[in-house]
């Protein structure tokens, strides 16, 4: 074992105790050191003790200070120190004996000062400085040996430990007040219990400037990924995709895996690669990705965000700090998770920054201006530079801005109010251009992109104005009013706050529209030419056509921009953004430049045809993203324009998916009337096929109803007009097949529910294009006749399979079919850890996406696991939320779980359930 001992003189009571404090803490991390305070009187006497530890060190730690230097060098009065004396001399003569070679004698500091105070002998050593942070861990692998390896042979390329990938915007001026945040985030990363801290607040209040300067301020971070999603649009009301932030961290992390099977995988990998050592990530402005609409709750709209966070918030190693307008619903009551309310600045921060900008006043002006501009931060830095610029620094001249003409929320009145100042003062100078030019972004933009606009001599924004006079416009809006943000290692890109991009922007629209229109149609050419390929292989080959659809749209060419989405993005009617890609998020984000409101009023200029078009897409996107109530307006939008249009055999797909649509969300009775609605138009109008699909789904909603002879007789109906149309295929397969067998199983007839699933096997053979759902659920469907059968080991062996393609289909909807089942026969094969684990996945999917039936299955099907808990003696009512895994499990009771399966089944008339409720009731009655 290394032993250590440490030689220093008796400054004074705090000196001792922070010799002290270090000996005890290399001991309590494994060093074997050694002090005279360990020993206050030795039997051998001091002069042999200190000897004998001298000697018997493999480092010796000198503390040097001022008194040491002189006690070691003799030069201090005779009659002090003799200790540090005669360690001295004993230090002498084994350097003198080593031809002045030193492996064991090593200067520490506590104070940068007293490097003065190094002994002259070992000056020219290795030393180290305890007042700072990393300094110990140096000295800590000094002693261990950890420094000066020998050097390994030359091996493959590995990633760097160290990550260092910050993409946050530089914000302007000091961070005034913000103690208690800052107190609350050395907390948070120094506690390894705390993974999720969320800052919530409105635009403007310093959410961006807090944790810049804290990352600035704080030295032990050794990897970090901090990502803006201001970057890409700062609207709560915009959709936006997740992809480039997950593109550029697994570029940080040095990951090689760019195909995922769904979007909760993505996030999973996140999760992983962040679990191989302690990591900070930083999610600034999570808004756009929440659902932030009325009545919404602030829930996550991207899946694989969603499942990052899970993961984060549950068992991990690294911190994450989110900053949001709106508390992010999924981390509400987790355990380890922290939420702080960030207020605007106290009266006394903001008269500080006021005074920050040199700003001339009495206190009693100082604070009622801070007062009457809201103590806004982002409202008073621009009023303190306003002031200091135009207004001689004077406080009481504030009075000269005129009130708000435009009509703005609370949040950012104050700003906008100074905002319109400026517009006043900037009147006809390249300044105010070049924040008209960044109005028509809602993310931070390359100079190039600018030089294609100033080129474009664009009246009433860049004709007429000189390349000089635009570089001079940067300088001073960066340097004078300091209204421009910078991205570290991003010279070339020109942002500033959200809030100024949204009100020059805003005016650049309505005071200039011909300037406004012929800009974004500029950008509109230039990126759908930016691409090499006609049709772009990756999703970051694609993204120049996403821009191009956003400007095209901007510029009122809706129809062009559709056709760059149709034609060069989804492959025509291909849906290649799903299909190859399962990016339905990026299609969503696409399509919402269409919208003037989402997801119910498109553009004017659309066609009607076109428009019938736009809604399915959108419903299809917002369906597999597991957002079905959103899915629900859209999709009857389409079915009204293809009724009007008389396009029939569509109109009865839009009922039929309708109905699926409101049955998944609990509404059977609109469910059974959208299904009857599919029925009359697939008799009249429609396919063997649709007629045969629209009789399904009838009998699926008509079971759910617990109409089971109704719904026995339509899938007869719909199998024979299958085995007259195809008689070499006799028998339902597919989605439609796996719902009749279900009814069958229930029914009690496995020997026909055997017949189906042998004969789909063998069509799933036939058909290689058989999508990865009818697999999965022809699987399933074999899952649930074994387990019928009680062959438990065979049935979870094709449940594992079905829900393994289930997952890589990327439609979320049915996954909750084949982890319910699975869930089931790990409660009856008395494995209740991974039962709850699946059960919790289920209510992961169903509770944010509103899919009741599937909620109602979980609520029953976790009642049922706690009886079973209880016959084998498991504690099953949790004080608090218990990790399980990457997940947190819902503390409900029994009692619980069966009064809200009773009001579900009452509330969505799944009577389908009644007989096991009424068996649960029973049992705890």
Same mark, same amino acid.
């Given at each position: 074992?290394?032993?250590? $001992?440490?030689?220093?003189?008796?400054?004074?009571?705090?000196h001792r105790e922070r010799v002290r404090k270090l000996s005890d803490r290399l001991r309590t991390e494994g060093i074997d050191c050694d002090i005279d305070q360990y020993d206050p009187t030795p039997n051998e006497g001091w002069p042999l003790w200190m000897l004998k530890h001298i000697q018997d060190a493999n480092y010796v730690l000198l503390i040097c200070t001022e008194t040491y230097q002189k006690r070691v060098e003799q030069r201090e009065e005779p009659g002090k120190g003799l200790g540090v004396r005669w360690e001295g001399m004993l230090l002498l003569n084994q350097l003198y004996r080593n031809q002045s070679l030193n492996t064991k004698f090593i200067p520490v500091i506590f104070r940068p000062e007293d490097e003065a105070f190094i002994p002259d002998p070992v000056f020219g050593f290795s030393r180290y400085n305890l007042s700072h942070p990393r300094e110990y861990d140096n000295l800590y692998r000094h002693i261990r040996g950890e420094l000066g390896a020998d050097k390994p042979p030359l091996g493959a390329p590995h990633f760097i430990r160290t990550i260092h990938s910050n993409s946050l915007p530089t914000v302007e001026g000091k961070l005034f007040g913000r103690k208690d945040e800052l107190a609350l985030l050395d907390k948070a990363w120094a506690d390894p219990q705390t993974r999720v801290v969320q800052f919530i607040a409105p635009g403007g209040t310093g959410k961006t400037k807090l944790l810049r300067h804290w990352l600035d301020h704080t030295d032990n971070i050794e990897a970090l990924i901090a990502w803006s999603f201001?970057?890409?649009?700062?609207?709560?009301?915009?959709?936006?995709?997740?992809?480039? $932030?997950?593109?550029?961290? $697994?570029?940080?992390? %040095?990951?090689?895996?760019?195909? +995922?099977s769904t979007e909760e995988e993505k996030g999973e990998h996140l999760a992983h690669l962040l679990r191989q050592q302690r990591c900070l990530l930083v999610l600034d402005g999570l808004e756009p990705l929440q659902h932030a609409g009325r009545g919404m709750r602030g829930e996550l709209k991207d899946r694989a965000i969603r499942q990052l966070l899970k993961n984060l918030a549950g068992e991990h190693t690294s911190l994450c700090i989110i900053t949001t307008r709106l508390a992010v619903h999924e981390l509400c009551d987790r355990a380890h998770t922290i939420s702080h309310d960030l207020q605007n600045l106290a009266v006394e921060d903001g008269i500080d920054l006021l005074k920050y900008w040199k700003i001339r006043g009495s206190d009693e002006e100082l604070k009622k201006a801070v007062q009457e501009y809201g103590c806004h931060a982002l409202a008073l830095h621009l009023l303190g530079n306003a002031l200091h610029t135009y207004l001689d620094g004077d406080v009481r001249k504030r009075d000269t801005l005129d009130e708000l003409i435009d009509d703005y929320d609370d949040a950012g009145r104050h700003a906008f109010k100074v905002m319109q100042a400026y517009r006043e003062w900037l009147s006809g100078t390249p300044e105010l251009q070049l &924040? %008209?030019? =960044?109005? &028509? +972004?809602? %993310?931070?933009?390359?100079?190039?992109?600018?030089?294609?606009?100033?080129?474009?001599?664009?009246?009433? =924004?860049?004709?007429?104005?000189?390349?000089?006079?635009?570089?001079?416009?940067?300088r001073d809006l960066r340097e004078k009013h300091r209204m421009l943000s910078a991205h570290e290692g991003r010279p070339d890109l020109l942002d500033c706050h959200p809030l100024i991009r949204e009100y020059f922007g805003k005016q650049l629209q309505t005071q200039h529209p011909d300037a406004w229109q012929q800009?974004?149609?500029r950008l509109y050419e230039y990126y759908k030419a930016l691409p090499e390929e006609e049709f772009p292989d990756t999703l970051e080959e694609m993204q120049p056509l996403f821009s191009a659809v956003a400007h095209g749209c901007a510029a009122g060419l809706h129809q062009q921009a559709m056709w760059i989405y149709s034609y060069r993005v989804q492959r025509g009617w291909e849906q290649y953004l799903f299909y190859k890609f399962s990016a339905s998020s990026d299609s969503l984000s696409t399509l919402s430049s269409l919208f003037s409101i989402p997801w119910s009023h498109t553009a004017n200029s659309i066609s009607q045809d076109a428009k019938a078009a736009l809604f399915n897409w959108v419903a299809n996107d917002l369906s597999s993203l597991g957002r079905l109530n959103e899915a629900v307006i859209p999709m009857s939008l389409a079915a009204e324009l293809r009724f009007k249009q008389r396009h029939w055999e569509e109109v009865?797909?839009? +009922? #039929? /998916?309708?109905?699926?649509?409101?049955? $998944? &969300?609990? /509404?059977?009775?609109?469910?059974?009337?959208?299904?009857?609605?599919?029925?009359?138009?697939g008799k009249r109008h429609g396919s063997m096929f649709s007629q045969m699909a629209s009789l399904t789904t009838l009998a699926h909603s008509l079971h759910q109803a617990s109409e089971m002879n109704k719904a026995k007789r339509l899938y007869q109906q719909a199998e024979q007009i299958q085995k007259n149309q195809r008689s070499y295929e006799p028998y339902l397969y597919s989605i439609q097949g796996f719902h009749y067998c279900d009814l069958l199983l229930e029914l009690e007839e496995s020997k026909e529910a055997s017949i189906r699933i042998t004969e789909s096997l063998r069509i799933n053979q036939i058909h290689r294009e058989m999508s990865l759902v009818s697999i999965a659920l022809t699987k399933l469907s074999h899952a649930q006749l074994f387990s019928k059968q009680q062959k438990w080991v065979k049935s979870l062996e094709k449940s594992d399979e079905a829900i393994s393609h289930l997952h890589l289909s990327g439609v979320q909807k049915y996954l909750p079919y084949g982890l319910l089942a699975r869930a089931a026969l790990f409660r009856k094969t008395r494995d209740f850890d991974r039962a709850r684990q699946d059960l919790q996945e289920v209510f992961d999917i169903a509770e944010p996406s509103g899919m009741r039936l599937h909620l109602?299955?979980?609520?029953?099907?976790?009642? #049922?696991?706690? =009886?079973?808990?209880e016959e084998e003696g498991v504690c099953n009512t949790p004080l608090q939320e218990t990790d399980v895994g990457a997940y947190c499990i819902r503390p409900l009771s029994l009692q619980s779980h069966i009064a809200a399966a009773a009001r579900l089944i009452t509330e969505t008339g799944y009577h389908r359930r009644d007989a096991e409720l009424a068996k649960l009731q029973q049992y705890i009655g």
């Open positions: 074992m290394t032993k250590v $001992f440490i030689s220093y003189s008796h400054d004074s009571d705090a201001y970057s890409q649009g700062s609207s709560e009301d915009k959709q936006i995709s997740a992809t480039p $932030f997950f593109s550029h961290s $697994f570029n940080a992390l %040095h990951s090689d895996k760019t195909t +995922f &924040l %008209h030019l =960044l109005g &028509l +972004f809602d %993310h931070p933009i390359e100079t190039d992109v600018l030089q294609v606009l100033w080129q474009s001599q664009i009246p009433n =924004l860049t004709a007429g104005i000189a390349e000089k006079a635009w570089k001079v416009a940067i800009a974004h149609e009865e797909l839009n +009922f #039929r /998916n309708l109905s699926e649509l409101h049955l $998944f &969300l609990g /509404n059977i009775n609109e469910s059974i009337e959208y299904a009857e609605k599919s029925i009359y138009y109602t299955d979980y609520h029953l099907e976790m009642a #049922r696991l706690i =009886l079973a808990e």
